[in-house]
DNA sequence: GCTTATAGTTAGATAATCTAATTGTAATCA
DNA sequence: TGATTACAATTAGATTATCTAACTATAAGC
């Protein structure tokens, strides 16, 4: 008798793949007349691309338990560890999530022991929260598998066109977070 | 899902803005030494990007009471309308989630009178999806504001520099959906 | 000292995902 | 041809990440 498999294999009928054109001629069809398309044409790229990529960065890092935006969050920690204004408020402000969600990422965190939180004697209403050594452990396995998910995304590009990106991310990136008023 | 939009006033003590250059320094000291950190640190850059333009367009279509994925899933039925292969299980292969996640979203949009499903008399197994004139009406509405939104993504880069950029990622999407096994 | 503001948490909701189990139908094969 | 296996979809139940609103404790203002 035969045993069976698990994959939930996905039957043969796929719909096929499109490419970009069907979606280019019905924004032809669609877009206001005030719409540059081919910028929109590369908006559309880049929004592909940065599905692309935080799916590629989620596989990598699944194994480790934890998710990019915990991960994000460790960072903070560590990189911010020196100033002693580290709180939920903080935290949520930078994130740009609410306290309450906040609350809930820390709970989280600290059930596992890699954040600590310590009630402000000065102002008793605050806490003030840290990365601890076993959390800043967890995040020196993880950081090799990070940067090196980081690197394989453009790997497939030739140098010269790596030298032209960078300049170009660099700017999208400050007009980007210039528009939405957020910031790392 | 994301939401991220009011202010609930966040208090006065913001965390500085850093900047790129303490995760590079980190970088060095954190990533193996096969990785490119030049490429690691523009690989970082474009999941920030990502991950501001992913948020750029959920705030401009917040207001249409659908989020990107419902969306993409709307434009999907339409620019495989002709075909007759479009079931919830296709549909999980396109989109990369299980038939079940699959299921709950098209309750979501069947609920709403966007699409229809449709039991197939050839083999009873299985169901076709199909776009409702309302849903395309929706799908109508939307539209202008998400190729704007696409197009404002690279509003400010120079005309020269959209040009380098178009080929780069074109290549790049290339090559993170060969990796990664996917396509539109 | 009341009143108001602030920081954090709790309670309860929704969206988007998952796995495992279930239902109904089709195909295989002994 | 009838039992077994496979498949498509759904249901049940869980987790994660977010939200709003209400609540608690503390601090500040008048």
């Known amino acids: 008798m035969r045993k069976k498999i698990e994959k939930e294999h996905v039957g043969e009928q796929q719909l096929p793949r499109l490419g970009v054109a069907p979606y280019l001629e019905l924004m032809g069809k669609t877009a206001s007349k005030d719409t540059n398309q081919a910028s929109a044409h590369m908006g559309l790229l880049l929004l592909w691309i940065g599905d692309n990529i935080q799916d590629m960065m989620d596989l990598n890092l699944s194994s480790f338990g934890i998710t990019e935006s915990k991960l994000d969050l460790l960072l903070l920690l560590i990189l911010h560890q020196d100033k002693e204004g580290i709180t939920p408020s903080s935290i949520a402000g930078r994130l740009g999530i609410r306290r309450a969600s906040a609350t809930a990422l820390l709970d989280w965190l600290e059930k596992r022991n890699w954040i600590e939180r310590k009630t402000n004697e000065n102002n008793r209403r605050m806490v003030h929260v840290h990365i601890t050594p076993e959390g800043r452990n967890l995040v020196d396995q993880i950081l090799p598998t990070f940067w090196s998910t980081c690197d394989s995304f453009i790997s497939d590009l030739e140098v010269e066109e790596q030298v032209v990106l960078k300049k170009i ?10 528009r939405l008023g957020v910031g790392r």
Do not use: F
């Not at 991310?169 to 210039?178: A, C, D, I, P, Y």
């Open 169 to 178: 991310l660099m700017k999208l990136n400050g007009s980007l977070e210039r």
